[in-house]
């Protein structure tokens, strides 16, 4: 024998111990078992010889068929708040009793699909489902193990479109529960009743079950059976707890709803003579908080009730659009004169046109001579303007030979207009003498005469004008805007311990939880 005959059977060798050990074959173990495959077709042969689909297990005998049924949750497809319903792929499990199929259990009849259709199934149907339909990738998922005592065990890979009657009382601090019932569509519960497994009804792993929005909490199972004209008909359900995820909503509504109240104090700091900032402000912040109202209700379903999110964006609303009255009512108390000024007036000048020649005496207030206690340094700004005869500024007017004594106040553009005729300059809370010499003027304050070159005068001085009905409604909105700077964040801050404490989401305990053992 030469080294080429010596190496060839080496190789030989190693390959057949290689294979063996690998496990691609075995000359021990038979390839086929013809006997036990003859056994078996004979024995599902011999089964469904005679046997009628058509007849329930225990006809005639007048005792029901009972099917206990678990399910497990192999996933969710989708849960769509605006329709209502949601998506999931189950494994349904039917355990029952047919007489008819029991034999020896020297001989074990494989789980099959091919015999489906040949044996007797319960009615089933799942009441609440919208589509409903059997999987069918790569093969027909749907199969029958068959004891020996003949126990029948029917497994089908169904996917599912439910409806659910969701509750946003809460939305979105809240949680649904959503239902899967079953009952009997042919036969009435004396013929066929369904029942839970008590040890398993529902199987599903968290792990395996990730939704965007929601945590599956767990499942209750309930008897839903119910009587109608055609007979008492069993019915099962199980209700799925889903608990809603928060953390979209604090991003995406609540962050920005507050940032939105927030930019609206910022008004308070700002001067009431900055009327542009603060509209501007006041209105940018309304509109984008309807905005955010509207984004966050446009998937959900137009309920007639009330919801979390209706009543803290209302809030926000109400906090937005009250900085923006504030606004506005500080800025007309600081830009008008009380009532009362205005009716003296009023009537002064109604008098002056019924008696043109005749003047009414001065009010004492108006005096130049009087003196008041309380007396501050001003600047003025005087515009001459051309008047006509003996009418006065706003009709506190006094004619002592030719001095007139004129107490001038600030007018709107309105009143301007209605009494432009009627005036001759713009002042604010400003005492002044203008003596009238023929066609020449020359205009006095508090004695001082001013140049009558000019028109337009700069004057500095102390007002001995007295100044009791003079009230600082500058100071006044001032005062308001200080209020409302630690007044709207107080009130927010309780309306924000009310709403989280009373929409906090009510935990409820399922009676099947999660299984967390993934080893699969």
């Known amino acids: 024998m030469n080294v080429k005959d010596v190496v060839l059977i080496a190789i030989i060798c190693y390959c057949i111990i290689g294979r063996t050990s690998s496990g691609e074959f075995d000359s021990t173990i038979p390839e086929r078992n013809i006997e036990l495959e003859n056994k078996t077709r004979e024995l ?16 005639g005998t007048g005792r029901p068929v009972n099917v206990t049924i678990d399910i497990y949750l192999a996933s969710f497809d989708n849960i769509h708040e605006e329709l209502m319903e949601y998506g999931v792929t189950i494994y349904l499990r039917q355990r029952w009793c047919d007489p008819r199929l029991r034999h020896s259990k020297d001989i074990p ?192 379903p137009p309920v007639s009730y009330v919801k979390a999110i209706d009543v803290w964006f209302s809030v926000c609303l109400m906090f937005v659009i009250g900085a923006l009255l504030e606004f506005a009512l500080v800025h007309y108390i600081v830009s008008h004169k009380p009532i009362k000024y205005n009716i003296k007036q009023r009537l002064s000048s109604y008098k002056r046109r019924q008696t043109k020649d005749v003047v009414p005496p001065p009010p004492q207030d108006a005096q130049p001579n009087s003196t008041h206690k309380k007396k501050s340094c001003v600047v003025l700004t005087i515009e001459e303007k051309v008047t006509h005869g003996k009418r006065t500024l706003n009709g506190m007017t006094s004619h002592d030979g030719h001095n007139d004594v004129i107490m001038a106040d600030a007018k709107t553009g309105a009143q301007r207009g209605e009494e432009d005729e009627d005036k001759g300059a713009y002042v604010n809370h400003a005492l002044f003498e203008m003596d009238s010499m023929g066609d020449q003027r020359q205009v006095t304050v508090n004695g001082e005469p001013l140049g009558g070159a000019s028109r337009v005068f ?63």
């Open 109 to 300: 009849l494989p789980p099959t699909s091919h015999y489906v259709s040949h044996l007797w199934l319960p009615d089933l149907i799942i009441s609440n489902a919208k589509i409903a339909e059997f999987k069918d990738v790569t093969f027909m998922n749907r199969i029958v193990d068959i004891d020996h005592d003949g126990t029948v065990l029917y497994v089908s890979r169904i996917g599912l479109q439910l409806s659910c009657s969701m509750d946003f009382h809460r939305f979105p601090l809240d949680g649904q529960a959503c239902e899967i019932e079953m009952e009997s569509f042919e036969y009435t519960d004396s013929d066929l009743t369904y029942r839970w497994d008590m040890q398993m009804p529902i199987e599903y792993h968290a792990n395996h079950l990730k939704l965007p929005q929601y945590d599956l909490k767990g499942g209750n199972i309930h008897n839903c059976s119910r009587t109608l004209r055609t007979g008492n008909f069993s019915c099962i359900g199980i209700k799925l707890i889903f608990g809603r995820k928060i953390g979209y909503y604090i991003l995406q509504t609540y962050i920005p709803s507050i940032l939105m109240v927030v930019m609206s104090w910022v008004s308070f700091w700002i001067e009431i003579k900055g009327s542009p900032a603060r509209v501007a402000l006041g209105v940018t912040t309304v509109l984008t908080m309807i905005t955010t109202t509207n984004g966050a209700r446009q998937n959900l």
């Open 44 to 59: 599902f042969n011999h089964l469904l010889e005679g046997y009628d689909r058509k007849i329930r297990p225990f006809f």
């Open 458 to 520: 700069s004057v500095s001085g102390n007002c001995t004008a007295d100044t009791r009905n003079l009230k600082p409604y500058g100071e006044i909105g001032r005062k308001i805007d200080k209020f409302c700077r630690w007044a709207f964040p107080l009130a927010f801050v309780i309306f924000n311990f009310g709403y989280w404490i009373g929409y906090s989401q009510e935990i409820t305990i399922p009676d099947y939880p999660p299984h967390d053992n993934d080893e699969f």
